[in-house]
């Protein structure tokens, strides 16, 4: 499927400006109802003519589409989709615009599927009134669920989300907790609200007084802090480690995956916070290295010996220059991808593996510096 939306129309002056959506809103596809389509579908292309009722419509553009936008009243878009609702996390953005293009309403997904955002994008292409009753967004605030989300981060766990939200809407002590990450996750005009409370350290949010808490690492939380959130904490993993990685000829994904989980747990850090992997130009094609990048969605990143040698190296290896090029792959890698200037993990080697973990560096404006 190539088109992102669907534009379902029922009236004519609805089909009228659902196809004047559908030229101003990138991959969006206008499905018309075909007794008042009329000439509408001679002099338009665009327009997709359904002659079945739309409720027998719907079910099939809802798994089809990233969002479905319907040119008719708020009610019956409430009954029509009641039936085919499944999850926050996978139902689509669904947005209710009035048939004179007055209003444009977030109805559903307002957050995990983008309605708000759609919302204000069409609102501004069609001049009009942009509805939004999410409590986050009317109160000009940071939603939980979309934290760091054009970043990449991901919670440990989405069962936290509703305590925690609750208690950020509802005025609640919020504690705050970043370890790792990019710093530029307030989205533009959001205030952070009075009640949160920002720490500096694990050992200051356990000391502190709150009904749920936010914390941003890279490290795994075992023990008292663990203890400590319970259920009213979310994790979100930022995508803040670099894998360096060399390997012998050959060597599996299966080895290399293993090394990579036994590495990084021993050193505490998790795995979904493994933005991308970094090695020697000469490794692109390892077909274990590809494969493990691909499992996880891992950028693979290459080096020629030249940029690697760039990185001066405590312990250089004549017999990693004979093979490669450059006196080390592993932990040049790393910190040339990373930007770091020391690694978390300087190189081991592991059967036909080494590896060496570095964390992403980030500016003042909490923006990385290399990828």
Avoid at 81 to 101: F, M, N, Q, Y
Avoid at 226 to 247: F, I, Q
Avoid at 321 to 339: M, N, Q, W
């Amino acid at each position: 499927m190539a088109s992102r939306y669907a534009a379902v129309a029922i009236t004519t002056n609805g089909i009228r400006l659902a196809l004047k959506l559908g030229a101003l809103l990138a991959d969006t596809e206008v499905y018309g109802y075909a007794k008042y389509s009329g000439d509408l579908q001679e002099t338009s292309s665009a327009l997709q003519v359904f002659a079945e009722p739309v409720r027998e419509l719907l079910p099939k553009l809802f798994r089809q589409y990233e969002g479905i936008i319907l040119f008719f009243s708020l009610g019956a878009a409430v009954r029509l989709i009641a039936p085919l609702l499944t999850d926050k996390r996978t139902d689509p953005a669904v947005i209710v615009i009035d048939e004179s293009g007055e209003h444009v309403i977030s109805m559903l997904s307002g957050h995990l599927g983008g309605a708000n955002r759609l919302t204000l994008q069409i609102a501004q292409l069609l001049d009009s009134h942009p509805v939004i009753t999410t409590a986050s967004d009317v109160q000009g605030t940071f939603a939980v669920d979309l934290l760091g989300a054009e970043f990449g981060w991901r919670a440990d766990h989405f069962a936290p989300m509703k305590t925690v939200s609750a208690a950020l809407v509802n005025g609640e002590a919020v504690a705050f907790l970043q370890e790792s990450g990019e710093r530029s996750w307030l989205p533009p005009g959001a205030v952070l609200p009075a009640h949160v409370r920002l720490c500096g350290s694990m050992a200051e949010l356990q000391e502190a007084p709150f009904s749920a808490a936010i914390v941003v690492t890279d490290l795994l939380l075992t023990g008292p802090a663990s203890a400590a959130l319970g259920e009213r904490a979310v994790v979100y993993r930022p995508r803040s480690l670099v894998l360096g990685l060399g390997c012998n000829r050959g060597t599996s994904q299966e080895e290399l995956e293993t090394v990579v989980q036994d590495t990084l747990a021993e050193l505490g850090l998790s795995l979904l916070s493994v933005r991308n992997v970094a090695t020697a130009g000469i490794k692109g094609d390892e077909a274990g290295l590809i494969a493990l990048c691909a499992k996880y969605g891992w950028k693979l990143t290459l080096y020629s010996p030249e940029q690697l040698n760039t990185v001066v190296l405590e312990q250089p290896s004549e017999t990693v220059f004979k093979a490669t090029g450059a006196y080390g792959v592993c932990e040049p890698a790393a910190l040339l991808s990373s930007g770091a200037r020391d690694l978390v993990l300087k190189k081991k080697k592991s059967g036909n593996v080494t590896i060496a973990v570095a964390r992403v560096s980030f500016n003042e404006a909490g923006e990385s510096l290399h990828e």
